[in-house]
């Protein structure tokens, strides 16, 4: 009863009728904290990757709207440029599904976030030289 953890069995201790309301009952085991799926190695790199990935996927979508913002400030152009940036993703998600199926999983993936990785550094090298205007996305 000394420690201070042992709150409950002193209540019961001191409630009437306790010990013949569950005489057999085990004590409830608490549920695992939430981050427990961390103590996992591949669920743990998957999540920091994905994490990771869809920061930068966001970073880029906000990036490519904020340029063309800056070179037209037309509303249209603006909007445009959103859907050219989500358009792939809403095409080839069920596609790549099934590529992954087919083909192994965890070389598709790094096929493909290389991919869009090497795409986004061009992109972000294009700007940062100053080589990108208007007429470079459409004409």
């Given amino acids: 009863m ?13 409630s009437p009728g306790a010990a013949q309301d569950t005489p057999n009952r085990a004590p409830a085991e608490p549920a695992p904290p939430w981050w427990s799926a961390f103590r ?3 669920f743990a790199v998957i999540w920091a990757a994905s994490t990771a990935s869809l920061i930068g996927i ?3 979508d906000t990036a490519s709207g904020w340029l063309m913002a800056s070179l037209d400030p037309d509303p249209t152009a603006v909007a445009l440029v959103q859907t050219a940036a989500n358009l792939p993703m ?7 599904g099934a590529l992954a199926d ?7 993936l790094l096929v493909v976030e290389s991919t869009i990785a090497i795409l ?5 090298t294009v700007v940062r030289w ?3 205007a208007r007429r470079h996305c459409w004409s």
Wanted: no cysteine; charged share 30%.
């Fill in 58 to 60: 966001a970073m880029s």
């Fill in 120 to 124: 986004t550094v061009t992109f972000a």
């Fill in 90 to 96: 809403f095409l080839f998600t069920l596609p790549a």
């Fill in 130 to 132: 100053g080589r990108s």
């Fill in 102 to 108: 087919i083909f192994d999983p965890r070389r598709f």
């Fill in 2 to 14: 000394d420690r201070p953890g042992d709150f409950e069995a002193e209540f019961a201790e001191k």
């Fill in 40 to 42: 996992q190695r591949p």
